[in-house]
């Protein structure tokens, strides 16, 4: 049974009691984790709270532009005397397994928008509805009379803007835009945010991507597509995990194609699965082996090799796609 989700206003009201706040996010993190943490960050330092910010895995390049990305923490949890830890777009502990340890004896809050959340805070504030955390972060702004300045905006509209694809998700909702154009209004300015979140590229990233496309399969009735990738693969690119998002939607994004998959081999034995659907629940699935996520934006980890991961995978989104009647998408 699931915790009480608590209101915008009572965990408003466990930050405004101070004290040293760590603020982190999940591992391996996209947009959504980097700038609902520096927006909540950097706006609640403006405030004058006393915020230390952290991510496992440090921030990636695409995100450096953001105000605030170099003072991160990156790696342990660094020392401190806490007396809250928020944790951020974070469905469950195993999306923060490399700090868990420690992180599971301090006092939690949990802010995050994923339906398959693990309520495993002692405050939880889960909101599904949400396009972003980013927007729930701006709603609690909001709640604690901050008024965010240029740089907050910037990292909310980056969390925003990534989490729905550009506003082109089924996830884009009436409030989510009004949260866009009162972030656009407050200094952040899309014309140069784009550019350098969906657009330019390194040529590691780019290599990755070409390897990726080189692997890419169809199953018997082309409703799935996806891609493998080796320890080996990521080696000669110079890739780095970071460079891989994005890479899963070039499968997903084929027409006929319902979900589109990303296996990534790692060096540990580990096959980890991105899934994206345009109307599957994939997040049922990746459930069912341990992950989680969206129901079209979706992951898992497998402890298997990398030829049974895919038939295990391809098998239960088979079943999952009989399941499901009237998937529209063009040719299907």
Known sequence: ?????????????ELKRG????????????????????????????????????????????????AGSGE???????????????????SDHLRIKTVWPRLKNMDIINIDHHPTNRFFGRLNHVDITAAATGEIIWLLLAAMGIAPRKEVAEALYVALATDTG????????PRCHRV??????????????APLVFDLRSREA?????????????????????????????????ARDEHLEGIVNYAKNIEG?????LFRAKADGTVKVGFRSTCIDVAAVAQAFGGGGHPRAAGC????????????????????????????WMGS
């Open 206 to 238: 780019a290599s990755i991507l070409r390897i990726a496309l080189s692997t890419l399969c169809f199953s018997a009735d082309g409703r799935i597509a996806w891609m493998m990738l080796t320890e080996k693969d990521m080696k000669d690119s110079g």
């Open 166 to 173: 550009s506003f082109k998700y089924e996830n884009t909702t």
């Open 72 to 90: 991160v923490v990156a790696g342990d949890i660094p020392d401190g005397d806490f007396r809250l830890a928020v944790v951020l777009d974070c």
């Open 301 to 328: 980890s497998l402890e298997t090799s990398p030829k049974e991961a895919v038939r295990a995978v391809l098998a239960a989104l088979a079943e999952k796609i009989r399941e499901t009647e009237n998937c529209l």
């Open 19 to 66: 004290g040293a706040i760590l603020l982190t996010a999940h591992i391996m993190p996209d947009g959504d984790s980097i700038g609902s943490l520096l927006g909540l960050g950097l706006a609640l330092r403006d405030a004058g709270y006393d915020v230390t910010m952290h991510s496992p895995d440090g921030v990636p390049e695409r995100y450096s532009f953001l």
């Open 1 to 13: 049974m699931k915790a009480a989700n608590n209101s915008l206003g009572e965990i408003a009201a």
């Open 257 to 261: 194609v319902e979900v589109g998959l």
């Open 180 to 193: 866009a154009a009162a972030l656009i209004e407050a200094g952040a300015r899309p014309q140069e945010i």
